[in-house]
């Protein structure tokens, strides 16, 4: 029970001191510039799964393009992929994408401040949700996430499996009763720092910590052993063939993946199922598949590339082609200035290696 969580905890004086190291000591972050919920939502987006120093350089550039509503959602998506270029996750992109033109066409380009309104938004989970209400519109929502859990496991030692969901909607509950009701979103973004600066999941600086004397992990000594989370499956490596057919103009077959699943809509070097097919035996599957001719070259060396399910273990091979057309959708011949101006996931830019 959250009251039996919180008793004996002073949430009044824990506000108190975390807000005050927060305002002497937060980080300086572009998207906190102004509490537009526009700039604070792309940021979010972004922030998912990828560091801050990664991600402000692309936030940056994202926002000299599309500063608006607006010019994101008149925006053709593969011109998004291609901003988004690098930073992974593109179906953070996409989805995005499609919500900006939800808010243009079904509100008037005015970003909703409703949780059930804002919540019905492509790609605007529980997460996102809170952090856009609470920073951007001042209201207490809760923002949860990891490093939001690895703070609060400690500060009130809960010993809850974070890797399970039904932990994540406890935090929720736990942080809507201790979130300041006055200024929430000052609280959810010192609670971020904290978690960023001090609080790390790894050698958490105690010492120095503005909220140690509430801490109950501390006190006893468990701060190293939490949060509990436990371990995630194994990723399944799938092998592959990725060719760099070249042709005599010196142009590059690329094939554009389906417009759902795994990096939708992005653009690729053909890539060759190796469990299905024996590397003498590629040209004849190459044909069968694409209904075009290649000769195979040399290697042309190997990466591996992890997802959070799965990872890619490609062998590279230069090949040629006498086509100067292709009737397969999936596939078009490009010049290397022409590729440049294509989405291509990361393993495919170090693949292209132009």
Not at 16 to 43: A, C, F, G
């Amino acid at each position: 029970m959250v009251e039996d969580i919180l008793q004996n905890f002073n949430i009044k004086a824990f506000e108190s001191d975390l807000l005050t190291w927060y305002h002497e000591n937060k980080r300086m972050l572009p998207w906190r510039e102004s509490r537009d919920p526009y700039r604070i939502w792309v940021s979010e987006i972004m922030l998912q799964q990828t560091k801050v120093d990664t991600v402000i350089p692309y936030f940056k550039r994202f926002m000299e393009k599309y500063p608006t509503v607006y010019s994101l959602a008149e925006a053709p998506e593969e011109e998004v992929l291609k901003e988004w270029e690098g930073l992974g996750y593109y179906s953070r992109a996409r989805n995005l994408h499609t919500a900006v033109q939800e808010v243009v066409e079904n509100y008037g380009g005015t970003i909703p401040d409703e949780k059930k309104e804002l919540g019905s938004l492509k790609g605007v989970g529980p997460y996102t949700q809170g952090a856009i209400l609470s920073i951007a519109f001042n209201q207490p929502e809760p923002a949860v996430d990891g490093n939001v859990m690895r703070v609060f496991s400690r500060l009130l030692l809960i010993n809850d499996d974070i890797a399970r969901p039904r932990t994540k909607k406890h935090f929720e509950t736990v942080v809507r009763e201790v979130i300041s009701k006055e200024d929430p979103s000052s609280f959810n973004q010192a609670i971020m720092d904290l978690g960023a600066t001090i609080c790390t999941p790894k050698s958490p600086a105690c010492l120095v910590c503005p909220v140690l004397e509430h801490c109950r992990a501390f006190e006893v000594g468990a701060q190293a052993e939490l949060p509990v989370k436990s371990k995630a499956k194994k990723q399944k490596p799938i092998f592959y063939a990725a060719l760099k057919v070249k042709n005599a103009d010196g142009n590059y077959l690329i094939e554009k993946r389906p417009e759902t699943g795994l990096l939708a809509n992005m653009y690729q070097f053909p890539m060759v199922p190796l469990s299905e097919v024996a590397l003498i035996d590629i040209p004849k599957w190459f044909k069968k598949e694409y209904g075009v001719d290649v000769m195979l070259g040399k290697r042309d060396g190997d990466l591996k590339h992890v997802f959070s399910h799965l990872i890619w273990d490609i062998e590279i091979y230069e090949a040629e082609t006498d086509a100067i057309e292709v009737a397969d959708n999936r596939l078009r011949l490009a010049s290397p200035d022409e590729m440049k101006k294509l989405p291509f996931p990361v393993s495919h830019l170090r693949i292209r290696g132009f």
